[in-house]
């Protein structure tokens, strides 16, 4: 079997605080005479570009992440499961009547995982029974959390509720034996289909009447109702039954739809087992995995699934990680490395150390970011919503003058005119418009999790589908971040005594760069001690003392300050390594050159097939780095796309708003001091496994921090974005021919409430196809 080895993994985390381009390998790191080099890193940014520079003169401005305003409200949050809210609709009721209860502040709907989240001055029960009978009174099952808010639970199924068959059922025979009545005894059948009409009616106008008494006046059920009772006054009893009968199946099918949509997000939260076995003083015992705390031990066998975020204790462990990032090849974890929850073991019993909090591992992360995602509507949403609220007045009043103005002005039939507006009222219910942008976004968030990919809402998602140019940060996103030692060429002294002396400068360092250079030379096992005296040179490089020698340690471009040691031969030498994408340091005394050491970042594995696909897509690609001219240019070349090197972050930030002015471009990028361009590009992309700072900086992240992930974040977004305009042409396209047919009687009550109940059931199942794409 083929695994991916993640043996390296948990080293590059650890440094993900200088992965952006403030160092890109141009050595910028700042020393004191206590060498207390990581104390304030970041001052260190602003000379990412300078070579090998020490200053700490500068520093970048980037904004702090936003403020959570649930986090710094002084409200309670309240929050229910709400069973049987099976469309977008019905979230739309419950929000309307609860928010115009008394003491309520913010009222929020989550569709997608049925909840309901209300915020209250502070926490009293008879708030909490008063908001719980309204949702009750509005005909649906609310359950009260009072677990910590963002553990998920999956208490219920999403499968559709076959009780809807029964009223529908009952309805259906009714008109059966009304039929058979009719056809025996005309008169005592009109009166049998009135009394069906009338049993069919009854809990459809209880619900408008509560609906309208709760600020929703023009809900399907009051439009169905007048439609149904006016049909009832002028004698069509059939059609009114008929009418209330395609209604029931509509929103049985509306209903069967949406329980598929739901289902894509409730499968994440279906990861999680709800219990397991924990181990404590060597002795197991099992307990609900949401108890589950920071360094606790726990033992999962062959075919479980993690209940948290952990770190592996046993030697090594096989995990499938396929429920989250899509990978169907098992990857080969070895001791120390960090695992998300919800993958599953795949070989034998291991142990791990719990590393996340309640509610705050990777599942939970990615729930919470699809609910979130529901506030950040894409702009089409926003004018479909507002659209929305006028609409249905509007084909109600003008349903109104089509009943009136005939009949009064140009003295034509009552009964036609009155059927006709009873019919354009039926058109006027916007559920397969309101439905059609949020459904799409929420099947594709949903798609897009099971990829790697963590999308911040309909709006990101939208200005991902329409982006022309990708602009990459270099370092830690299209190379390893990881430079290695290439070359080494001593002067005036052997390799090991070079080694050792660069070794004894830079020892204490977290600077990659530095970490490099001691990392070889531990690995080729020559003993070193610490220098003396270390200390940075402004804009220069480092100095330490051994035996009463001072030594440098600096960029070619800046030895003339500390000495004039350089040959022409060995300019040559470094143009050529350089010219080759490497950095080069020199150490050197004041007299003398010691020798030439050479680094190089790598390419990462996926960086060549993952440009190659976006070229393919037709998207143009630009790198941006604060690494030198040559560097760049040779890591540039090796993908075959364009660049621009020598970069602060304010200059990339510059770059990014210059290009946006004139075409849409997304910034990828793998760390804070990315940020700033990130914000400033139409869409911020972060890589890594889906960290705090990555989620909130940027509108999506790779939480796979795979760039292939990218080719399939553009596809589906654009596949999104195709699918809406199709959903809003259906649901529009639908409703203006009815609207023509029915104001000229070609079509009638039954089927005008077929086009709209079919309409929706056709826009829901178009948009469950995202939950099918493949890779």
């Not at 080293?11 to 700042?30: K, P, Q, S, V, Y």
């Not at 408008?208 to 049909?231: D, K, N, Q, W, Y």
């Amino acid at each position: 079997m083929l695994y991916n080895n993640k043996f390296n993994q948990s080293h590059h985390d650890n440094h993900d605080h200088c992965h952006g381009d403030c160092h890109n390998i141009a050595h910028n790191h700042t020393h004191n005479s206590q060498h207390s080099h990581d104390t304030n890193h970041e001052q260190a940014i602003g000379h990412c570009c300078d070579g090998h520079d020490h200053s700490s003169s500068q520093q970048c401005e980037i904004d702090d992440p936003p403020e959570d305003p649930e986090r710094s409200s002084q409200d309670v949050k309240l929050i229910w499961k709400i069973q049987g809210m099976d469309c977008a609709h019905c979230a739309s009721k419950i929000e309307n009547g609860v928010k115009t209860l008394p003491n309520i502040n913010q009222t929020k709907i989550i569709f997608s995982t049925e909840k309901l989240i209300v915020f209250v001055p502070k926490h009293d029960d008879a708030v909490i029974k008063m908001i719980e009978d309204k949702v009750m009174e509005l005909g649906y099952t609310p359950i009260f959390e009072s677990i910590p808010n963002h553990v998920y639970h999956h208490e219920h199924s999403h499968n559709f509720d076959k009780k809807a068959f029964i009223p529908l059922g009952i309805l259906g025979i009714l008109i059966v034996i009304s039929y058979l009545i009719l056809l025996m005894n005309h008169t005592v059948g009109e009166y049998a289909f009135i009394v069906t009409a009338v049993v069919g009616i009854i809990p459809i106008l209880k619900q408008a009447i509560v609906l309208t008494r709760s600020g929703t006046p023009f809900a399907i059920e009051s439009l169905m109702s007048i439609s149904a009772i006016g049909a009832l006054f002028i004698g069509a009893a059939e059609e009114a039954t008929m009418v209330i009968f395609l209604f029931m199946i509509g929103e049985m099918l509306e209903g069967f739809a949406t329980s598929k949509a739901k289902k894509g997000i409730s499968s994440l939260a279906e990861l999680m087992p709800d219990e397991t076995v924990i181990i404590i003083d060597g002795k197991r015992k099992t307990v609900a995995s949401h108890t589950l705390k920071p360094d606790d031990i726990i033992e999962i066998s062959s075919g479980g699934r993690l209940p948290a975020d952990v770190v592996l204790i046993s030697e090594q462990a096989s995990i499938d990680e396929s429920a989250l990032t899509g990978e169907s090849i098992p990857v080969n974890y070895l001791n120390g490395d960090k695992i998300l929850a919800g993958s599953l073991v795949v070989d034998n019993t291991i142990q791990l150390k719990v590393v996340s909090e309640s509610g705050q591992n990777a599942v939970d992360r990615i729930l919470q970011l699809i609910e979130d995602a529901e506030d950040r509507k894409a702009p089409i949403e926003r004018f479909i919503d507002k659209f929305s609220r006028y609409y249905t007045p509007g084909i109600t009043l003008f349903a109104l003058l089509v009943v009136i103005i005939p009949p009064l002005l140009m003295d034509e039939d009552w009964y036609t005119w009155i059927y006709r507006g009873l019919t354009l009222l039926l058109i006027g219910c916007p559920c397969a418009l309101v439905i059609s942008t949020p459904a799409v976004i929420t099947s594709a968030l949903s798609s897009a999790a099971k990829y790697g990919v963590l999308i911040k809402g309909g709006a990101a998602l939208e200005h991902i589908g329409s982006i022309k140019m990708l602009a990459f940060d270099k370092t830690g996103t299209l190379t390893e971040g990881k430079p290695q030692v290439t070359d080494v060429i001593n002067h005036q002294c052997s390799i090991e005594q070079l080694l050792s002396t660069v070794a004894a400068i830079e020892s204490g360092s977290h600077h990659p760069l530095a970490k490099a250079l001691v990392d070889y030379v531990r690995r080729k096992q020559i003993p070193f001690y610490e220098a003396n005296n270390r200390k940075a040179i402004a804009g220069v490089g480092i100095q330490g003392e051994l035996d009463q020698q001072t030594y440098f340690v600096v960029s070619p471009n800046k030895i003339e300050t500390v000495a004039n040691v350089l040959s022409i031969e060995d300019l040559q030498t470094i143009n050529q390594l350089e010219g080759n994408g490497k950095t080069v340091v020199v150490v050197t005394t004041d007299q003398q050159l010691l020798g030439i050491i050479a680094l190089q970042d790598v390419l990462r594995n996926d960086a060549l097939p993952a440009i190659a696909e976006l070229k393919q897509l037709g998207l143009q690609t630009l790198m941006l780095t604060g690494d030198n001219q040559r560097a760049a240019k040779a890591i540039a070349g090796q993908l075959g796309i364009d660049y621009r090197a020598e970069l602060l972050p304010a200059d990339k930030l510059v770059k990014i708003e210059e290009i946006g002015r004139h075409t849409s471009i997304a910034m990828i990028g793998d760390g804070i001091n990315d940020s700033p361009a990130m914000k400033a590009a139409t869409v911020g992309i972060a890589m890594g496994s889906g960290t705090d700072v990555a989620l909130e900086t940027a509108d999506a992240a790779l939480t796979k921090n795979s760039l292939l992930s990218l080719p399939i974040l553009i596809r589906l977004a654009r596949f999104a974005n195709r699918n809406i305009k199709q959903n809003i042409t259906i649901a529009l396209g639908i409703k203006l021919i009815f609207l023509i047919t029915s104001l000229f009687g070609v079509t009638g009550l039954w089927l005008a409430v077929l086009a709209d109940s079919g309409t929706t059931a056709i826009v829901t199942a178009n948009a469950l196809r995202l939950l099918r794409v493949k890779k």
